[in-house]
C-alpha cells in the first residue's frame, strides 16, 4: 500500500531516545526519506527513531515530485535515502549534478546494471532493502554524514 497524499510530507524527530540527557549543542542532521512503501517507510521511522547513533530530523515524502520540492528548499537536507521505483519515475532521477545533497539509493530488488548507474551518477550508496538494511540505516546514515563532515573540511 502507498502514502497518501496527505502523507507524502511528513516529518519526525528521530534518535531521540534519552535526548534530555544528551549536549544541547549536539546538532540534527536532517534526512530526506523517499519511499511511497507505507511499511517500508514506517520500518525506518522506527530504526531512526530507536537510533541512539544519530540524532536526526526525517521528512519522508512519497514520490520524485515531493522530494525536489524539500530539496529546493533552504538548506537542504544533509542526506536523501531514497527508493528505487517511484510513483511517478526512478529515484535515480535526483542523482544530478547540482544535488544539494548526498543520495543513497534503495531497491527492493537487486539490479546490477541499476547499482552501477546509481554509482556512476554519484550515488554515496546503493542497497537492497531488508530488515537487517532498515535497522542499519541510522548508522550508515552517521558514516555518511562525517565522512562528508571530513570531505568538506579537507
Do not use: W
Amino acid at each position: 500500500m502507498g502514502l497518501s497524499e496527505s502523507d507524502r510530507a511528513s516529518e519526525t524527530g528521530a534518535g531521540n531516545r534519552g535526548s534530555e540527557r544528551r549536549a544541547v549543542s549536539r546538532e540534527t542532521f536532517h534526512i530526506l526519506l523517499v519511499e511511497d512503501e507505507e511499511s517500508h517507510a514506517m520500518l525506518i521511522q522506527r530504526a531512526f527513531e530507536r537510533s541512539d547513533i544519530l540524532e536526526s530530523r526525517l521528512t519522508l515524502v512519497g514520490s520524485l515530485a515531493a522530494a525536489r520540492q524539500v530539496l529546493a528548499q533552504l538548506p537542504p537536507p544533509g542526506l536523501a535515502i531514497v527508493d528505487a521505483h517511484l510513483p511517478d519515475g526512478r529515484g535515480i532521477d535526483l542523482l544530478t549534478a547540482d544535488a544539494p545533497c548526498p543520495v543513497v539509493i534503495m531497491t527492493s530488488q537487486e539490479h546490477k546494471r541499476t547499482a552501477e548507474e546509481a554509482r556512476e551518477l554519484g550515488a554515496l550508496d546503493y542497497v537492497v532493502k531488508s530488515p537487517r538494511i532498515f535497522r542499519e540505516l541510522p548508522g550508515m546514515a552517521q558514516r555518511l554524514m562525517e565522512s562528508q563532515d571530513s570531505v568538506s573540511r579537507d
